[in-house]
């Protein structure tokens, strides 16, 4: 994979910044070329530094794998977190839910969960009861919030709508339905999400 990062490090010398570009150029490569297949050397040489310098601020290449997965995490989770906290009404909160899943769930983050699944069982456990005990709570909280609001019908599931919601943005995302069909990652969550709150029909077919 070709980058223009060879440059990276002389521009931002300072340690914690020549960590994060470590990370970046991992992440990238982990979800392209697979986790094992990634060498270290291969990292340093796209960012210009010396293995020695890479191993000198992580331990493994398992320890940059985690420290990529955890700093996404935290990142989806600091976002969630900012949405859940809006004085806004629960359905312009979900509206909002619908406009970073396509940044975050997007072909990249699932190919690297596949990696860790294969690879870092642990961690990708760790993963997962992070995202059922704070992300896809948290979801439910805001559903149910819309529900007790009047905003949103309450004989939907909120378990039910969250699972289907993800599962269906999560399909869409793959690479090939993306290019056939000329859309953007951004674009998938925002029709899936008004598909899923106005429906398909028209007054006209509502009354049929």
């Known amino acids: 994979m070709e980058t223009n990062n060879t ?3 002389s521009m931002v010398p300072h340690t914690k910044n020549i960590r994060q570009a470590i990370l970046d150029v991992s992440y990238a490569r982990f979800a392209e070329y697979g986790f094992k297949k990634v060498t270290i050397d291969e990292i340093a040489a796209e960012l210009g530094i010396s293995k020695k310098t890479v191993y000198k601020l992580f331990s493994s290449k398992e320890e940059i794998l985690r420290e990529v997965v955890l700093a996404k995490m935290n990142a989806l989770l600091s976002i969630f977190e900012n949405i859940q906290a809006l004085k806004e009404s629960s359905v312009d909160k979900i509206q909002a839910i619908s406009e970073i899943v396509g940044t975050h769930i997007n072909e990249q983050w699932q190919r690297i969960l596949i990696e860790v699944r294969m690879n870092a069982p642990s961690l990708f456990k760790e993963i997962d009861t992070i995202i059922q005990e704070k ?74």
């Open 135 to 208: 992300l896809a709570l948290g979801w439910q909280k805001i559903f149910i919030e819309g529900q007790k609001g009047g905003w949103i019908r309450k004989d939907i599931d909120p378990v039910v709508f969250t699972t289907a919601y993800v599962g269906v943005v999560r399909e869409l995302m793959k690479t090939d339905f993306l290019s056939k069909h000329a859309l953007t990652e951004s674009e998938v969550p925002k029709q899936v999400l008004k598909m899923f709150t106005e429906g398909i029909l028209t007054e006209k077919g509502r009354k049929r």
């Open 7 to 9: 440059n990276l490090v």
